[in-house]
């Protein structure tokens, strides 16, 4: 399984302070060379002004904040400091599952979106940062669909959520009306699960964590244009993968987040999920590949679950090497969200990225009636 891989081997690029300075890559649209993709993206790292949060870099280039937490351990998220490296973690094996629909990681807490291809297009993966269920209240795995999208949507929270939020001393009203202060934000795409949906927020940063009643939270960009992609009775396949191993280049590749807390036990008490995901990763081609795999480095990368795709061959790049060789790119991406929260239209929000490509390119809902949670 080969890589749609932006590459910085080929790039016109400059070498200044280990990092190749290179214009940004789009981080959630990418093509798919066929069946056998399993990576996409590239990892890459920006300079840090005093004015900069993980916050403000994880929203300009479509990640989580709980996944550059993960690839920045060492970096005081609210306070990295001028001329601090920070490690955008941009690139994303795809989960184990078909490649049809959304299918959404909860351990990555991340979605993707498989449109089917037009006549003569190549297929894309469409990928966005997600907030999901707290612990308590998790997001449920599984199968399901979207039956039914709606724009500006009022929010009628059950009474369950309505007792959590009095035992806070933040009483919420019956119904909460369309605009600013409706934590569903601007669009909404029903679930056949009862009481689960797809949302905007009205509180951007929490997206990336988990800080919902069970619903998928998304920032006001990404479900906007999620919105106008994806048609009623498209599939949604919701499984918790922390363990991603996949085939770049003819080697493979482990990517790790940390399990969810209540998951933690089951998965890093144990290396059979760990094992069972690289061997799946390998199949049938071991003959075409280097499937020597190094499992020392292999448990390391479980362990450390920095977020980011490392080689697990004993001849590939260590995490070192990948972060050494990543593009450095600017703070603010041409792209990038402004105050009001609209992107700016340098760049075309769907713009593609292609193969070794370089492109510069809180709280739930139900109208009247119908109650969700989120």
Same mark, same amino acid.
């Given at each position: 399984m080969l890589v749609a891989l932006i590459g910085v081997s080929g790039c016109a690029s400059i070498l200044e302070g280990g990092f190749n300075r290179a214009e940004p890559m789009r981080p959630d649209r990418f093509l798919l060379t066929g069946s056998e993709t399993d990576v996409v993206g590239a990892v890459q790292v920006v300079v840090a002004r005093h004015e900069d949060t993980l916050a403000d870099f994880a929203r300009r280039y479509g990640l989580g904040f709980d996944e550059i937490l993960a690839a920045n351990p060492d970096v005081d998220p609210w306070?990295?400091?001028?001329?601090?490296?920070? =490690?955008?973690?941009?690139?994303?094996?795809?989960?184990?599952?078909?490649?049809?629909? =959304?299918?959404?990681?909860?351990?990555?807490?991340?979605?993707?979106?498989?449109?089917?291809?037009?006549?003569?297009? *190549?297929?894309?993966?469409?990928?966005?940062? =997600?907030?999901i269920g707290r612990e308590g209240r998790r997001t449920p795995v599984g199968r399901m669909r979207i039956i039914e999208k709606t724009e *500006?949507?009022?929010?009628?929270?059950?009474?369950?959520i309505r007792r959590d939020y009095a035992k806070r001393g933040d009483p919420l009203p019956g119904v909460v009306p369309p605009g600013p202060d409706n934590p569903l934000g601007s669009h909404a795409l029903r679930l056949s699960r009862p009481s689960y949906l797809l949302h905007g927020t009205n509180k951007p940063y929490g997206v990336g964590m988990r800080v919902s009643s069970g619903c998928l939270r998304l920032y006001p960009e990404d479900i906007e244009r999620l919105y106008e992609q994806v048609p009623i009775g498209t599939q949604v396949n919701i499984v918790n993968q922390p363990y991603l191993a996949g085939q770049h280049g003819g080697t493979v590749f482990l990517q790790a987040y940390p399990p969810l807390s209540e998951d933690a036990a089951r998965w890093q008490g144990s290396l059979e999920p760990l094992q069972r995901a690289i061997v799946r990763a390998i199949g049938d081609g071991a003959s075409e590949i280097d499937s020597e =795999?190094?499992?020392?480095?292999?448990?390391?990368?479980?362990? *450390?679950?920095?977020?980011?795709?490392?080689?697990?061959?004993p001849r590939g790049p260590s995490l070192e090497q990948v972060i050494a060789r990543a593009r450095r790119v600017p703070p603010v991406?041409?792209?990038?969200?402004?105050?009001?929260?609209?992107?700016?239209?340098?760049?075309?929000?769907?713009?593609?990225?292609?193969?070794?490509?370089?492109?510069?390119?809180?709280?739930?809902?139900?109208?009247?009636?119908?109650r969700a949670g989120s």
């Open positions: 306070l990295p400091g001028r001329g601090t490296r920070v =490690i955008l973690p941009t690139q994303y094996v795809l989960p184990n599952a078909p490649r049809e629909g =959304i299918v959404v990681n909860l351990a990555a807490l991340r979605l993707f979106y498989f449109p089917t291809p037009e006549d003569g297009m *190549q297929p894309v993966v469409i990928t966005h940062p =997600i907030g *500006q949507p009022t929010w009628t929270p059950p009474m369950s =795999i190094d499992w020392d480095r292999a448990r390391d990368v479980a362990e *450390q679950a920095r977020a980011i795709p490392v080689s697990i061959s991406p041409p792209w990038s969200v402004g105050e009001r929260g609209e992107l700016n239209p340098v760049v075309e929000a769907g713009a593609e990225t292609g193969l070794n490509e370089e492109s510069s390119v809180t709280r739930r809902w139900g109208p009247p009636g119908r």
